[in-house]
């Protein structure tokens, strides 16, 4: 059973892992993607100040600069397997501060070496990528319509020769172990406008990604809006159809009285159910202005939420090699 797994493990792709929610083998705790990027994140930020095990657990030993005593020492796992142990999440106030310390920190242009080899897995949309280098850069796309905030990474990935990388490629070479082989480089002036080129042609479609959703949600506004203006109407012209058949019965009963008194009150119902289909009738144009109205408040009501504000912040750039 361990050579299976273990050959399942070096010869699956990591996408196919993933699916299959096969994790490293040196820890039997399933870990998700982000569970595992928070990990790998805090192994980066508190190097020489913890000892981490299996990617699940670490012993924090000295606190990160400019925290508070209220951050204890001790050991932190993800998920909690002891009592003895602290619960390391996203929230934690440990947390909060690697993940702050990390998102301040400069980012100048570096020469990063990415090692397949020393990746436990396989990926196989990187593979042809192997001895080649090229540059790359992420950028943070926010976006607030609909009184709603989403954000975004763009990726932007070149090979030396000028062949561009899907996103799922430039994505996947960052999940590679790496070093900075050199803390300060250089780019063309063309590898900067390719990389700014495809940044803003995956922004561009961002925008009508969303600008299409939007747009599909004002739809379905308006058609909730015309059903039950449909609804409505249906009801008020039954009714109406249903007094239209009781004044029919109403004159002929008077029709057929045979007392002059009979007479009159069957005139009078007459009278009374006639004023009754008027008001429905009225109410069935009423009900067909406040709709004209609601839908007039629902486009003035939308019309301004749908415009989208955006900012794009770019986080790094980088040279890159894979070997």
Avoid at 195 to 200: A, F, S, Y
Avoid at 209 to 214: K, S
Avoid at 229 to 256: F, G, N, P, S
């Amino acid at each position: 059973m361990s050579d299976t797994r273990r050959k399942l493990l070096e010869n699956f792709d990591d996408e196919v892992r993933e699916k299959l929610k096969m994790r490293d083998h040196d820890s039997k705790v399933m870990l998700t993607q982000f569970e595992q990027r928070l990990m790998q994140l805090t192994r980066h930020e508190l190097d020489g100040k913890a000892d981490f095990f299996n990617n699940v657990a670490f012993d924090l030993y000295q606190r990160p600069a400019g925290t508070a005593d209220t951050i204890p020492l001790g050991r932190y796992e993800l998920p909690r397997q002891s009592g003895d142990a602290f619960t390391y999440r996203l929230g934690h106030p440990l947390a909060d501060v690697v993940i702050a310390q990390a998102k301040q920190r400069p980012l100048p242009k570096a020469m990063a070496t990415f090692d397949y080899a020393a990746h436990d897995g396989k990926v196989t949309i990187l593979e042809p990528l192997l001895g080649q280098q090229g540059a790359l850069s992420l950028s943070l796309l926010r976006v607030e319509a609909l009184d709603q905030v989403e954000e975004h990474l763009i990726f932007a990935a070149v090979t030396e020769d000028e062949r561009p990388l899907d996103q799922e490629q430039a994505k996947r070479l960052l999940s590679l172990p790496g070093r900075v082989a050199q803390p300060d480089v250089t780019l063309s002036a063309a590898v900067t406008d390719q990389l700014n080129q495809l940044t803003q042609q995956q922004e561009t479609a961002l925008h009508q990604t969303i600008a299409a959703r939007n747009a599909a949600f004002f739809e379905a506004e308006a058609e909730k809006l015309d059903a039950w203006a449909d609804d409505l109407k249906v009801v008020l012209e039954r009714e109406i159809k249903e007094i239209d058949w009781h004044i029919k019965e109403a004159k002929r009963a008077a029709t057929a009285a045979l007392t002059l008194d009979e007479k009159l009150a069957g005139q009078k119902r007459v009278k009374e159910l006639e004023k009754l289909r008027n008001q429905k009738r009225r109410s069935l144009f009423d009900a067909q202005d406040e709709v004209d109205e609601q839908r007039d408040r629902l486009i003035a009501q939308i019309e301004g939420k749908l415009e989208q504000k955006s900012e794009l912040q770019a986080l790094f750039t980088i040279r890159w090699s894979l070997g």
